[in-house]
């Protein structure tokens, strides 16, 4: 039986980690992981927080002083579009996956956020997972120009295929 992917979710807020969160959470991972070619197992580890906690690690890993919604975390640095490829040297040697990184999402972002676009927080919750997901896999949306067009595509692509659609 081929390896699946490991996505462990944890909290350090209460009741983040609920079992329908963690569910969208996984199944937006894989689904993204699908999408952009990942043969490879993998684990993503997620860790759902307050504003108060991203701030403090947004701090801590990048010297920004403010909270925001998303943060990842990538282990290498792979070329958009291009998934990792399939090397013994990657992974793990105690568990077989190649660890892509972390990714940190605040829970009052989703909320928030959710509630400014008009959108469920099921969907603003699966799009920041599925954004982190892309930036573990070397995407990138800094310029105005064609990565963060490519991003954008790639991440309403994998948002219709979970069927969480704008509107």
């Known amino acids: 039986m081929a390896k699946r992917h490991y996505i462990p979710v944890t909290a350090d807020v209460p009741g983040a980690a609920s079992e329908g969160n963690c569910a969208l959470i996984r199944r937006a991972v894989r689904t993204a992981l699908a999408l952009e070619g990942v043969a490879v197992p993998c684990e993503v580890d997620v860790l759902l927080t307050n504003d108060s906690g991203i701030h403090k690690i947004n701090l801590d890993m990048r010297n920004v002083d403010r909270p925001t919604d998303v943060l990842s975390f990538p282990e290498f640095e792979l070329a958009p579009g291009e998934p990792p490829p399939e090397a013994d040297d990657l992974a793990d040697p105690a568990t077989g996956l190649v660890p892509l990184g972390d990714m940190v999402i605040s829970m009052e972002r989703v909320k928030a956020q959710a509630k400014e676009y008009g959108h469920t927080n099921r969907r603003e919750l699966a799009y920041l997972t599925v954004h982190s997901v892309l930036h573990l896999l070397g995407y990138d949306h ?26």
């Open 142 to 167: 800094l310029d105005e120009g064609p990565q963060k067009a490519q991003m954008r595509e790639r991440e309403e692509a994998i948002m219709a295929e979970l069927g969480l659609v704008r509107g």
